[in-house]
Nanobody, 118 residues
Framework: QVQLVESGGGLVQPGGSLTLSCAAS????????MGWYRQAPGMQRDLVAM???????HLADSVKGRFTISGDNNKKTVSLQMTSLQPEDTAVYYC????????????WGQGTQVTVSS
């Protein structure tokens, strides 16, 4: 099993910046990708950004140029640097880890609220 703990959410004004962090514990050796999803009220959970253990990032089109994902494969941590935040970025942000050797399993954090409002 893998446990994920997120930190860094909060309230920020439009145009502001925020950094989210996530640390994995448990059977972390099997993790081969980590990243972030977000879910706004009444909406589905959508991909924000993922990064492979080789360091290859993948970002949703809606955040390209504004968000940066980085990770430490040895420590199994992942961070999401968010800039130029807009009200439409308001959501609960969930850390995700994908682990497994033959079959992959998704693990999720408890979520952290990001609110962009003046």
């Amino acid at each position: 099993q893998v446990q994920l703990v997120e930190s860094g959410g909060g309230l920020v004004q439009p145009g502001g910046s925020l950094t989210l962090s996530c640390a994995a514990s448990g059977v972390i050796s099997s993790i081969f990708a980590m990243g972030w999803y977000r879910q706004a009220p009444g909406m589905q959970r959508d991909l924000v950004a993922m990064i492979s253990r080789e360091g290859t990032p993948h970002l949703a089109d809606s955040v390209k140029g504004r968000f940066t994902i980085s990770g430490d494969n040895n420590k199994k941590t992942v961070s999401l640097q968010m800039t130029s935040l807009q009200p439409e970025d308001t959501a609960v942000y969930y850390c995700k880890a994908v682990a497994g050797q033959i079959y992959s399993t998704d693990f999720w954090g408890q979520g952290t609220q990001v609110t962009v409002s003046s």
